[in-house]
């Protein structure tokens, strides 16, 4: 069975503000891509996201926008060497929900990975990933500290 998951965290502020620290390319670089993102998450965009703690511009492509509602990107699976079969795309969708008191309930899943214990591994390591990057946004958006500085280097 091929590995996919689904974290997600309660953010407080209203979903109109967390959305838009996902989607605006400054915000987002204040406290997930700590090497800048380059370009606004739009329906149709391919954008590049650098980490300093892991070198190297990542593409994007950005598959749906539902404002305040849901995100769906494309991204390389970080398993898709030629011996593994080659490069492929996984999927990413954050979903947006507003909450009755007033917060924001925000899931990420990621999915399409292959069958195989390179998949597994990296889709374990995007789980932790997507993880600290909602721990980074809820820090981020309530208190204004960047989680992600020092933290990796």
Not at 28 to 33: I, P, V, W
């Amino acid at each position: 069975m091929a590995p996919e998951f689904r974290v997600s965290g309660r953010i407080s502020k209203p979903v109109h503000e967390v959305f838009e620290a996902v989607v605006d390319p400054k915000q987002l670089s204040g406290y997930f891509t700590t090497g800048g993102a380059q370009g606004r998450l739009e329906t149709g965009a391919t954008v590049t996201w650098d980490f300093a703690d892991f070198p190297g511009a990542f593409p994007v492509h950005v598959v749906e926008v539902v404002p305040d509602e849901k995100i769906v990107l494309h991204w390389g699976a970080a398993d898709g060497s030629p011996d593994q079969g080659g490069s492929y795309d996984t999927t990413v969708t954050m979903s947006f929900a507003a909450l009755e008191d007033g917060r924001t309930l925000v899931t990420i899943g990621e999915s399409g990975w292959r069958d195989n214990a390179a998949a597994q591994k990296a889709a374990f390591g995007n789980c932790e990933g997507w993880t600290g990057m909602l721990c980074a946004l809820k820090v981020y958006i309530e208190h204004g500290i960047n989680l992600r500085d020092g933290f990796y280097k």
